[in-house]
């Protein structure tokens, strides 16, 4: 078996930890490109979302690169996900390409259906259950750390004195978690890199937007889909945060140790306006959008795939939320045609809004109006 999984944000790093735990071979999926996305599109539907495009890209290239197992997640609930390992299976045999899919599903749907599927990929020769376990924990405890890594990241780009030092030590500290496999190792490999990040040198004085980002995960954790948009913000100087990480979906029993507000927090949040699942990360969307609001913050970005439906619905809400909370909601969809230059527009005219907001309430407030 020469294993393949699709890429998204800090997955691949993970996935290369998984593979020399178990001993896996694995071939790494290539980053995406225009060729990937020139693939997808042509073998999908053309009203599919973005991410089952690219991700059938990103298969095409894999397998031509060696792989035969081709890994994917399961789902159900509202949103299409739960059938696009079927439908991308079928797509890839009609084009004629020879592999084995082995679909994961979440522990939600079944526990049962998800270990059966695990022990596919390892078997009891290579883990005993409690060393399945063991190792599963420690891989998602460093999982954690590379997204708090990321979280901080964002936190201090907007500040730096130096410009690309954040980006200068995060990956020094990625390198630094990369060889961590116990957990001891772990612990300290996340203490040192935590402590790289924070010897950046910052200038906290320094007047900044405090900018959330919301939407459908694949299109929030890819930079190549969402133009970067965390280092683009942090170098105009926007202290930026994400509501999304692959730790806080993966995570047992509803905890989100990255965003730190867990699932029946976010879903109380968005109680006022939405008070059920949408499917996909619709309600996290709303929610994180009204928890940003309340936290003070000066814009909220939101991504999703055109025609993605929980982010479609989220979207309409998202209008209420920002015009009841007076928080600057952007909505972006984000497809195969969308462009840079006019996803950059959009940007500044949300920091240039968010910024005469800021100003209107110091104004009012050096004038002791009560906004
Ligand atoms: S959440 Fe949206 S983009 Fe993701 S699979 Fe579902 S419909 Fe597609």
Redesign the pocket.
């Known amino acids: 078996m020469r294993l393949a999984v699709p890429r998204m944000g800090n997955l691949a790093l993970i996935i290369r930890d998984l593979a020399v735990r178990f001993d896996l071979d694995y071939v790494e999926t290539p980053p995406f490109s225009e060729n990937t996305v020139r693939i997808g599109a042509a073998l999908a539907p053309e009203f599919a ?3 089952l495009k690219a991700v059938l890209g990103n298969f095409v290239e894999v397998v031509e690169n060696g792989a035969d197992t081709l890994v994917t997640s399961g789902g159900h609930g509202p ?3 739960g059938y ?1 390992s079927e439908i991308q299976r079928r797509i890839l045999e009609r084009e004629g390409v020879e592999f084995r899919m082995l679909v994961l599903e979440p522990i939600t749907t079944s526990l049962r259906a998800f270990y059966n599927s695990l022990r596919e990929l390892i078997p009891r020769e290579k883990a005993s259950l409690p060393a399945l376990f063991r190792e599963l924990k420690q891989a998602l405890d460093k999982m954690v750390a590379f997204d708090v890594l990321d979280k901080r990241a964002m936190a201090l780009r907007g500040l730096e004195v130096v410009p690309g030092a954040v980006d200068a030590a995060l990956a020094e500290a990625r390198g630094m978690m990369i060889g961590a496999f116990t957990a001891k190792e772990i612990r300290e490999a996340r203490c040192e890199a935590e402590a790289r990040l924070r010897g950046v040198r910052v200038d906290t004085s320094r007047s900044h937007l405090k900018i959330g980002i919301v939407g ?1 995960i ?1 299109v929030v954790l890819e930079p190549f889909f969402n133009f970067d948009i965390e280092r683009w913000l942090g170098r105009r100087g926007a202290v930026v945060e994400r509501a999304t990480s692959i730790s806080d979906r993966i995570y047992p029993r509803g905890r989100h140790p990255v965003f730190g507000y867990d699932e029946d927090s976010v879903a109380a949040a968005a109680r006022p306006f939405l008070n059920h699942k949408i ?3 619709g309600l996290l969307s709303v929610g994180a959008t009204v928890i940003y609001a309340r936290r003070g913050f000066d814009a909220v970005v939101h991504l999703l ?1 055109f025609t ?4 479609v619905i989220a979207k309409g809400i998202l209008g209420r939320v920002s015009s009841e909370s007076g928080l600057p909601v952007l909505s972006l969809s984000i497809d195969e045609q969308t462009g840079r230059a006019g996803v950059e527009t959009r940007l500044e005219a949300l920091m240039d809004l968010a910024w005469s907001n800021r100003r209107a309430k110091e104004r009012s407030a050096e004038m002791g109006v009560v906004r």
């Open positions: 979302c973005l991410p949103c299409r996900f696009y459908e694949f499917g996909g990360d795939p993605c439906m929980p982010e």
